[in-house]
C-alpha cells in the first residue's frame, strides 16, 4: 500500500459524510431563514470534516496500543497496527487535523462569538477521551451517546448557530433524526466487530447488550429517524417539504434486514457503508426541504 492511500484510509473516508451532512442541514436552515453566509459556512464544513479526521486518527492510534485492532479484527486494515503508519506519525497527523479545526474555529468564534469556542473545546476533548486517555469512553458503552450529542445535537444547532448567532426550534428538532441516523452508523459498525472487541476488551454498547439487542437499537434509530422527521413536520414545528426525506424509508429496509439476519463481515460491512450513504440522503433533503420551505 502507497503511502497516500495508507492516509486516506485511515482517514476512514466513508465516515466523512458523517461531519458534512450536519453542516449542510444547519446551512439548508440558514437559507431558508434568510441568514446564510458562505464563510461561516465553509468553516465549519472544514472544522467539522477535520475534527472527523482526526477522531479516526485517533481511534486508529488508540485502538492499536490497547490491542483491540488485531489479525482477527474484520473491516478495512488499520494502519498503526498493521505497521503501516508509525504511532509517532499518526500522532503528529492527529495534531495536524486539530490545528486545522482550530483555525477554522477561530474564524468561527470571530464571526459567532465565544458559543463556538465552548463548542470546539468539548467536541475535541470528546474525540480524544471516546478512546484515549486511563478511561476511554468508548470502551465503556458510552460511545452512541457521544456520537448522537456531538455528531447530531451540536453539530446541526452549531452549523446554524454560526450564520446568525441563533439557534431555532427547527434546527433542534432536525438535528434529531441525523444524530439517529449518524448514531446507527456506529451501531452498525459496532455490531460487525463485536466479537473481537469482547475478546480485546473492548466493552461498546454491542458488547453490554449483546448482538440481538444490538440489532433492535440499529432498527430503532433508522426507523426512528424517519417518524421524528414525519411527526415534527405535521406537527409545524419544522418546513413542509422536509418530509420529502421520508421516501428514503425503504432504502432502510434492506439494512435493517441484513443487520437481522447476517453476522459475516462482508455484509456487516455494506450495512456500515449503506447507512452513512443513507445519513448524507437524508441530510441533502432535509437541507433542501429547510432551504426552500422556512416555517
Given at each position: 500500500?502507497?503511502?497516500?492511500r495508507?492516509?486516506?484510509?485511515a482517514?476512514?473516508?466513508?465516515?466523512?459524510p458523517?461531519?458534512a451532512?450536519?453542516?449542510?442541514?444547519g446551512?439548508?436552515?440558514?437559507?431558508?431563514d434568510d441568514?446564510?453566509?458562505?464563510?461561516?459556512?465553509?468553516?465549519?464544513?472544514?472544522?467539522?470534516?477535520?475534527?472527523?479526521?482526526?477522531?479516526?486518527?485517533t481511534?486508529d492510534?488508540?485502538?492499536?496500543?490497547?490491542?483491540?485492532?488485531?489479525?482477527?479484527?474484520?473491516?478495512?486494515?488499520r494502519?498503526?497496527?498493521s505497521?503501516?503508519?508509525?504511532?509517532r506519525?499518526m500522532?503528529?497527523?492527529?495534531?495536524?487535523?486539530?490545528?486545522a479545526?482550530?483555525?477554522?474555529?477561530?474564524?468561527?468564534?470571530v464571526?459567532?462569538?465565544?458559543?463556538i469556542?465552548a463548542?470546539?473545546?468539548?467536541?475535541?476533548?470528546?474525540?480524544v477521551?471516546?478512546?484515549g486517555?486511563?478511561?476511554p469512553?468508548?470502551?465503556?458503552?458510552?460511545?452512541e451517546?457521544?456520537?448522537?450529542?456531538?455528531?447530531?445535537?451540536?453539530?446541526?444547532?452549531?452549523?446554524?448557530?454560526?450564520?446568525?448567532?441563533?439557534?431555532?426550534?427547527?434546527?433542534?428538532?432536525?438535528?434529531?433524526?441525523?444524530?439517529?441516523?449518524?448514531?446507527?452508523?456506529?451501531?452498525?459498525?459496532?455490531?460487525?466487530?463485536?466479537?473481537?472487541?469482547?475478546?480485546?476488551?473492548?466493552?461498546?454498547?454491542?458488547?453490554?447488550?449483546?448482538?440481538?439487542?444490538?440489532?433492535?437499537?440499529?432498527a430503532?434509530?433508522?426507523?426512528?429517524s424517519f417518524?421524528?422527521?414525519?411527526l415534527f413536520?405535521?406537527?409545524?414545528?419544522?418546513?413542509?417539504?422536509?418530509?420529502?426525506?421520508?421516501f428514503l424509508?425503504p432504502f432502510?429496509a434492506g439494512?435493517?434486514?441484513?443487520?437481522?439476519?447476517?453476522?459475516?463481515?462482508?455484509?456487516?460491512?455494506?450495512?456500515?457503508?449503506?447507512?452513512?450513504?443513507?445519513?448524507?440522503?437524508?441530510?441533502?433533503?432535509?437541507?433542501?426541504?429547510?432551504a426552500?420551505?422556512a416555517?
Open positions: 500500500m502507497n503511502r497516500r495508507a492516509w486516506w484510509q482517514a476512514r473516508p466513508h465516515t466523512l458523517a461531519a451532512t450536519p453542516v449542510l442541514v446551512g439548508g436552515l440558514a437559507i431558508g441568514v446564510f453566509r458562505w464563510g461561516p459556512f465553509l468553516a465549519a464544513m472544514i472544522g467539522a470534516l477535520a475534527i472527523q479526521v482526526a477522531a479516526n486518527y481511534n492510534l488508540s485502538d492499536a496500543r490497547k490491542g483491540a485492532d488485531t489479525e482477527q479484527r474484520i473491516g478495512p486494515q494502519m498503526v497496527a505497521g503501516v503508519i508509525s504511532e506519525q500522532t503528529l497527523a492527529t495534531v495536524a487535523a486539530f490545528a479545526a482550530s483555525v477554522a474555529g477561530v474564524y468561527l468564534i464571526e459567532a462569538g465565544w458559543v469556542a463548542i470546539g473545546i468539548t467536541s475535541i476533548a470528546a474525540t477521551g471516546y478512546v486517555g486511563p478511561r469512553y468508548g470502551y465503556r458503552g458510552l460511545g451517546v457521544f456520537v448522537f450529542v456531538f455528531f447530531g445535537l451540536v453539530a446541526t444547532v452549531g452549523s446554524r448557530y454560526v450564520h446568525d448567532r441563533t439557534a431555532p426550534l427547527d434546527a433542534w428538532l432536525l438535528a434529531i433524526p441525523i444524530g439517529f441516523l449518524v448514531t446507527a452508523i456506529l451501531v452498525a459498525n459496532n455490531v460487525r466487530d463485536i466479537e473481537t472487541d469482547a475478546s480485546a476488551g473492548k466493552r461498546t454498547l454491542a458488547v453490554i447488550i449483546g448482538r440481538e439487542r444490538t440489532r433492535t437499537l440499529f430503532l434509530l433508522v426507523f426512528g417518524l421524528a422527521i414525519a413536520g405535521l406537527a409545524g414545528w419544522t418546513a413542509t417539504p422536509t418530509m420529502f426525506a421520508i424509508m432502510s439494512l435493517v434486514r441484513t443487520v437481522y439476519s447476517r453476522t459475516e463481515g462482508p455484509a456487516l460491512i455494506r450495512v456500515l457503508k449503506g447507512t452513512a450513504r443513507l445519513h448524507l440522503l437524508v441530510g441533502v433533503v432535509l437541507a433542501a426541504g429547510a426552500v420551505g416555517v
